[in-house]
Structures are given as structure tokens and as C-alpha cells.
């Protein structure tokens, strides 16, 4: 089975501070890949970033960041110099390659705080 | 640019009702569709998905049902609707499989039965 685990349920951080939220994965195929969606109040889910697993750079996107640790099945999300606007759940998602089908975690809430 | 129309907003309905919540998806041609949901604190649970007019797979047993009509249309039915059946319902468009593509979501549906 393929799963996708959100330790964190909630989080909190301070404007222009650092966060990293975690999320650890499981599956049999060799590639796939990985995303992080963010679901702010208004429930729209917004693409932050993507990995694809065949490479070994670790994606980035502006203030967002992974930490991609393919041995350990392992998919970290950091961002930095937190801002309000940040304030969302935070999904981790799993597409292994050639299925159609995107598996989600359960998420983290993260509250940035002023 | 492509865009996705997700229809209604909210929707109130009482136990044993039917249901028709639809998803039409604008600028791309042959899109993957999915209808996930997402229960109160919980992740998001992918009900269905289609990569074809008429070709519906589903993900989960219940009381709903998928269908798409034409290419870019995708409607989400119940006959008649239980208690459980209450949450935020998303619907999501890509092109191509593997991952290769990113979800793109719709706003959802806020589905509650009374």
C-alpha cells in the first residue's frame, strides 16, 4: 500500500522565523513524485512545490524549500522568513509515475503569528 | 490559460436527497478529472477519477457515483444522500499521468446534509 504521513497536525511560527513541517512517505515504486499544497482559509488548494524522485536536487521555490531524502522515504517542507499569508494547511502528496492518482496526507496546520 | 469551474459553492440538503454537484474545466483538451472530498480535520480522500469521456474509476464504495458526459465535464451524483455523506468536496483537473502534471484544483463544494 502507498501512504503518505503528516506527523504534525498543527504548527505555529513567528513572522520572518523558519518552520519546517514534516511529512514521510511509502511506496514501492522506484519513481514517483512529490508535491506540497497549501489550503489557506478560503479552501483553495494551491501547488507550493514539486520533486520529481529520480532527482537528487532538492526543489525550490522562492521562500519554500525541500529536504527530499529518498532512502529514508522522507519529504520535508521548510519555509522561510515566514509571513501571514503563509497561515494554511500544508498537504504532502505522493503520485507514484504512470497512475493517475495523487495520495494525500492528512495535513499540518500552520498558524503564523505577528 | 486554463481554468476550473466548480459548482455551487455550498449546498445544504436534507437526508435522502439527491445529489448533482458538477466541474467543467476551460483551455485543455483531454484533462484527467478527479473528485476528491475532505471530512472535517481530516486529508483528502480521491472518490474518483476518469482520463476519458465515459471512463470512470472509482476509489472508494459509497453511496456516490462519477460520470462525464463530454470532455471537460465532470458531475458527481448521489440518489440518495446519508449523514456521512456531509464534507468539502474538490474537484481537480491534470493532463497526463505520473505526476508529471499537477493537480489544479476547483474552489469546492461545501456539501452538508441535515
Known amino acids: 500500500a502507498q501512504t503518505v504521513t503528516q506527523s504534525q497536525p498543527e504548527m505555529s511560527v513567528q513572522e520572518a522565523e523558519t518552520v519546517t513541517l514534516s511529512c514521510t512517505y511509502d511506496t514501492s515504486e522506484n519513481n514517483y513524485y512529490l508535491f506540497w499544497y497549501k489550503q489557506p482559509p478560503s479552501r483553495q488548494m494551491i501547488l507550493v512545490i514539486r520533486q520529481e524522485a529520480y532527482k537528487q536536487q532538492n526543489a525550490t521555490e522562492n521562500r519554500f524549500s525541500v529536504n527530499f531524502q529518498k532512502a529514508a522515504k522522507s519529504f520535508s517542507l521548510k519555509i522561510s522568513d515566514s509571513q501571514l499569508g503563509d497561515t494554511a494547511m500544508y498537504f504532502c502528496?505522493?503520485?507514484?509515475?504512470?497512475?493517475?492518482?495523487?495520495?494525500f496526507g492528512t495535513g499540518t496546520r500552520l498558524q503564523v503569528f505577528p | 490559460s486554463q481554468t476550473i469551474h466548480q459548482w455551487p459553492a455550498t449546498l445544504v440538503q436534507p437526508v435522502g436527497s439527491p445529489l448533482s454537484l458538477e466541474c467543467t474545466v476551460e483551455?485543455?483538451?483531454?484533462?484527467?478529472l478527479y473528485w476528491y472530498r475532505q471530512a472535517a480535520g481530516r486529508g483528502l480522500q480521491l472518490l474518483f477519477y476518469s482520463v476519458g469521456i465515459g471512463q470512470i474509476s472509482s476509489e472508494v464504495p459509497q453511496n456516490l457515483s462519477a460520470s462525464r458526459p463530454q470532455d471537460r465535464q465532470f458531475i458527481l451524483s448521489s440518489k440518495k444522500l446519508l449523514l456521512s455523506d456531509s464534507g468539502f468536496y474538490l474537484c481537480?483537473?491534470?493532463?497526463?499521468?505520473?505526476?508529471?502534471?499537477?493537480?489544479?484544483f476547483g474552489n469546492g463544494t461545501r456539501l452538508t446534509v441535515t
Open positions: 502528496a505522493l503520485n507514484p509515475y504512470n497512475t493517475d492518482k495523487l495520495i
Open positions: 481537480a483537473w491534470s493532463v497526463g499521468a505520473g505526476g508529471n502534471s499537477p493537480l489544479h
Open positions: 483551455g485543455t483538451s483531454n484533462p484527467n
